[in-house]
C-alpha cells in the first residue's frame, strides 16, 4: 500500500489511498475512518505523516474532525474551479455519471437570443446530469447548428467540450452569472427529492480561443452536491 522507497512523499501515497477507500465504499460518507492509531498499525507510518495526510483531505472537504468523536466523511461536492467540463469534473472526483436527455431538438433562433445568435437555427439541448444515481444538474443549451454539423443523442451522454472540439473549437474561458433558485415543485419533481434542497443557477457564455462565443448554458445545480470557486486578483491595475 505505501512504497517507503517512492519519490512520491509517504503521506502524499497515504492520502491517496485513503481517497481510494472513500470512492470504493469501504468508508461511506457520514461514517467515521480508522483512528490515527489504528491507520499507524495498518500503513506502519508515524501519526505525524496519518496527521498530515488527514489534514489535507479535511482542507478539501473530504473529511471532517469532530472532536471528542473521530475524522468523518463528509457528503462529497462536486467542485469547479478551472476551465472543466461537468464530465471532466466528476471523472476526476471518481464520480460514476449519467446524461438523461430531455430534449434535443433544433429551432429558429427566438427573438430574445438574436443579440447573441446571428445563426437562424440553434441546437436546444436539455438533459438532467445524474451522478452516482443522483441528480445533481440540469443543463439546457444553446448551440449554433453551423458550428457543430451532426450530434445525435448518444453523443451528448459525453462532454460538450470533447463534441466541440471535435469540430475544431478550443474552449478557453466563459463569462457567467451566479444566482440562487428557490426550489419549486417542478424542480424537486426533475431532481427527485421530496423536501427542499439549495439550488444555484448559473448563466454562461462559453468561448473558443479566438473569443468566439460557442455556446450559451443555463443551468440549475444542487448547491449541497456542486461547489463552484470564483478566483478573483488584481494584477496590473485590472479586476480579473
Avoid at 501519526?47 to 466523511?73: P, S, Y
Avoid at 462532454?159 to 469540430?167: A, M, N, Q, V
Avoid at 439549495?198 to 440549475?220: R, V
Amino acid at each position: 500500500m505505501i512504497d517507503k522507497n517512492s519519490p512520491i512523499p509517504i503521506y502524499y501515497q497515504l492520502k491517496n489511498d485513503l481517497i481510494a477507500k472513500i470512492s470504493e465504499g469501504i468508508w461511506k460518507p457520514g461514517e467515521c475512518i480508522a483512528s490515527e492509531r489504528e491507520l499507524c498499525e495498518v500503513y506502519g507510518v508515524s501519526r505525524m505523516t496519518i496527521r498530515q495526510a488527514i489534514g489535507e483531505l479535511v482542507q478539501e472537504g473530504i473529511l471532517l474532525r469532530v472532536k471528542g468523536k473521530g475524522t468523518f466523511v463528509c457528503e462529497q461536492t462536486f467542485k469547479q474551479k478551472d476551465m472543466m467540463s461537468f464530465t471532466e469534473i466528476v471523472k476526476q472526483m471518481g464520480g460514476k455519471l449519467k446524461s438523461e436527455i430531455i430534449d434535443f431538438s433544433k429551432i429558429q433562433t427566438p427573438e430574445d437570443l438574436s443579440d447573441i445568435f446571428s445563426l437562424e437555427e440553434l441546437y436546444v439541448i436539455t438533459r438532467k446530469r445524474i451522478v452516482d444515481d443522483e441528480c445533481v444538474a440540469l443543463e439546457k443549451v444553446y448551440i449554433p447548428v453551423d458550428y457543430c454539423g451532426y450530434i445525435d443523442k448518444e453523443m451528448l451522454q459525453g462532454s460538450l467540450f470533447t463534441i466541440l472540439e471535435g469540430f475544431g473549437y478550443k474552449v478557453d474561458y466563459s463569462k457567467s452569472s451566479i444566482a440562487a433558485v428557490i426550489m419549486n415543485a417542478e424542480l424537486k419533481k426533475i431532481f427527485n427529492v421530496d423536501k427542499e434542497v439549495p439550488m444555484l443557477k448559473i448563466i454562461s457564455k462559453t468561448y473558443d480561443l479566438s473569443n468566439k462565443m460557442i455556446f450559451l448554458e443555463e443551468a440549475i445545480y444542487r448547491s449541497d452536491k456542486f461547489t463552484l470557486e470564483v478566483n478573483i486578483s488584481r494584477r496590473e491595475g485590472k479586476l480579473r
